[in-house]
């Protein structure tokens, strides 16, 4: 059971990049999937997430210029940044929550039971 992430990269402010995150070993149809950023020395904070049943939430933060997706035939959920602002320099992680948790609960990285390994998104202003 695995999750693998990959994309990101460098942008320019303003700029767009996504990060997908393939899942192996089991089926995300069923999962919750989070997304989460740490910047150094920050704590690891949510971006977005959403539920099995395909409710999506996103942080303040981030809120009209991130989308969170998913391709069922891919196993692989997508983060699409657009925008992007020195602030969202971080390693982002995806996850996988193997329970039916409400879209309340899922914000936080208590629930998930997976987690990718991260990859570098980093933006130049």
């Known amino acids: 059971v695995q999750l693998q992430a990959s994309g990101g990269g460098w942008a320019q402010a303003g700029g767009s990049l996504i990060v997908s995150c393939e899942a192996f070993?089991?089926?995300?149809?069923?999962?919750?999937i989070g997304w989460f950023r740490q910047a150094p020395g920050s704590e690891r904070e949510g971006v977005a997430c959403r539920t099995s049943g395909g409710q999506v939430s996103y942080a303040d933060s981030v809120k009209g210029r991130f989308t969170v997706s998913r391709a069922a035939v891919e196993n692989t959920v997508y983060l699409q940044m657009k925008g992007l602002k020195s602030e969202d320099t971080a390693v982002y992680y995806c996850?996988?929550?193997?329970?039916?948790?409400?879209?309340?609960?899922?914000?936080?990285?208590?629930?998930?039971?997976?987690w990718g390994q991260g990859t570098q998104v980093t933006v130049s202003s």
């Open positions: 996850a996988a929550a193997t329970r039916r948790w409400a879209l309340s609960a899922i914000r936080s990285t208590g629930p998930y039971d997976y």
């Open positions: 070993g089991f089926s995300l149809n069923n999962y919750a």
